[in-house]
C-alpha cells in the first residue's frame, strides 16, 4: 500500500497570507490527524476528521481550520499566517479498530511551512 | 488535561549497554501508551504500544498506573537505535482522537 502523502512538502509564505496543505490518507483508511511539530513546542494536535466531520480539535485558534473530502483526503487551511505558525505540519491516518482501543496512526513526511 | 513528560532531551549510550527512555504521563481516566520513532530522514511510525505488550526490535514498555510512567527499555543498545523517540497518549479508546506527545529524546548510541 502507498504511505500517507503529503503536498506540497515545502512552502513559503509571507505573514497575513493564508495556506493549504493536502493529505492523501493510506488507502481505506478513513481517519485523518494534523499536527503542528514545533522545536518549542514538540508535537502538537490539530484536529482529526472521520467520514468527513470533525471529530476532535486541539487547542488552536480558529485561524486553523480543515476539511475532509468523500475520499478521505483531508486539507487543512491556515489564514492570516503569523510568523509562529511556522513548523512542519504532520498528517496521519488510521483504520477503524473494531476492539474499541485507540489504532495506530501512519504518519506522511510533513509540509515544512515557512513564514517570512 | 492530559500530558506527557520525557525528562531526557538527548541521551547517549554505548552500543551493547542497556537502555532506558523515561515517560511520564498525567491524566485522570485510563490512557492508552505509545512510543514513536523517527530515525534519520524517515517519517514517525509506531513502535509498540502497551495494550499489545509485544516487544519490537528488543524494546518493550510496560505501564505502571501507580507510578504514571511508560518507560521504553532495551537490554542491549544496537547502533540502529539512534533514532528520536516519541511517547504519546490517546485519552479514549475507539478512535484516534489525537495523541498528545512527549517532547522527544534523542537516543544516540556510539560505537
Redesign the interface.
Known sequence: KAGVTQTPRYLIKTRGQQVTLSCSPISGHRSVSWYQQTPGQGLQFLFEYFSETQRNKGNFPGRFSGRQFSNSRSEMNVSTLELGDSALYLCASSHPSTSGESYEQYFGPGTRLTVT | AQRVTQPEKLLSVFKGAPVELKCNYSYSGSP?LFWYVQYSRQ????LL?H?SRESIKGFTADLNKGETSFHLKKPFAQEEDSAMY?CAL?G?????????????THLIIQP
Do not use: V
Not at chain 2, 517519517?43 to 509506531?46: H, I, K, V, Y
Not at chain 2, 479514549?92 to 522527544?104: P, V
Open positions: 492508552e517519517r514517525l511510525q509506531l504500544r495494550i516519541y490517546s479514549r479508546g475507539g478512535g484516534a482522537d489525537g495523541l498528545t506527545f512527549g517532547k522527544g
